[in-house]
């Protein structure tokens, strides 16, 4: 008997799963829809993360309690506080300030003043008056080398000047020349700082906080309405400790060299400090 010839491959086609219309338009639209179809054959495709919670802005506390008040601003703005016993102004220009000459009038302005603003300790007064006489020692002037910024944004340079004080204490003022050749002082603050820092048209100061371990970062910005600088921003910031020593090499070369900013100056501004005179210190 002879044996049937291979009849080859089977013409009929094996009935096998046929997707849907439904199935096979989900398929074709998925790269239009949102990632929320899934089992279209692409196992790496994207899948729906849920749902989202809603977000809240604060809810008030004990809304029914009658809280404090603030005090409506001066519609007039503070008072200038301008420096007497200078010569006038130049076109504004604060540069040709002496800034020994400027803190000597206001300590004669206000000789007994102890707190405040214009308070300083007797004898930091006293090295202050003698700042550039004959025979006095430069480094023992209180009066700090002054800084120039442009801090009200007038493109105009202020006058920035720190007072070293005992026990690590520091006095910041900020002067201002109008058109009238008048100097306005629109900072002073005394506080026992660790560094003082410009960003932009900010002073920032930085001081020990009462809690061991951190600073607090207050910055002062020139208020318009009120003609002088205000503590308009006050952080807390922890203190990371210094890297340890490396006892095979005390510079430590694995740590690299420090690019933090010195005192008086920040990575976001350059303030240009004047040549140091004979009445300032270095």
Do not use: F
Request: proline share 17%; hydrophobic share 30%; charged share 15%.
């Amino acid at each position: 008997m002879t044996p049937n010839p291979d009849p080859g491959p089977d013409p009929t086609p094996h009935p096998g799963p046929v997707p849907s219309r439904r199935r096979l338009a989900l398929c074709l639209l998925a790269p239009l829809l949102l990632p929320l179809a899934t089992g279209c054959g692409d196992a790496g495709g994207r899948a729906g993360a849920g749902p989202t919670p809603t977000a809240s802005g604060p809810v008030q506390l004990w809304p029914g309690r009658k809280g404090a008040v603030v005090p409506p601003a001066d519609p007039g703005g503070a008072p200038p506080e301008y420096v007497t016993g200078i010569p006038p102004v130049q076109d504004q220009n604060v540069h040709g300030i002496d800034p020994v000459t400027l803190i000597q009038a206001e300590v004669r302005a206000h000789p007994d003043a102890v707190t405040g603003p214009d308070g300083m300790p007797r004898e930091t007064a006293a090295a202050i008056k003698a700042c550039g006489k004959p025979g006095s020692d430069p480094a023992k002037c209180p009066v700090l080398t002054p800084y120039y910024q442009d801090l009200t944004g007038n493109g105009k340079d202020e006058l920035i000047v720190g007072i070293e004080l005992p026990d690590q204490m520091m006095s910041v003022r900020v002067y201002t020349a109008d058109e009238a050749g008048r100097l306005n002082r629109i900072m002073a603050t005394t506080d026992t700082v660790i560094s003082v820092g410009l960003a932009d048209e900010d002073v920032i100061l930085h001081v020990p906080s009462a809690n061991a371990g951190y600073e607090v970062n207050t910055t002062w910005s020139w208020d318009a309405k009120q003609r002088s600088m205000l503590p308009t921003y006050e952080q807390i910031v922890r203190v990371n400790p210094p890297n340890p020593p490396n006892p095979a090499n005390p510079a430590n070369p694995a740590t690299g060299p420090s690019t933090s900013p010195s005192p008086g100056t920040s990575a976001a501004t350059s303030p240009r400090p004047a040549p140091t005179s004979a009445g300032t210190s270095p």
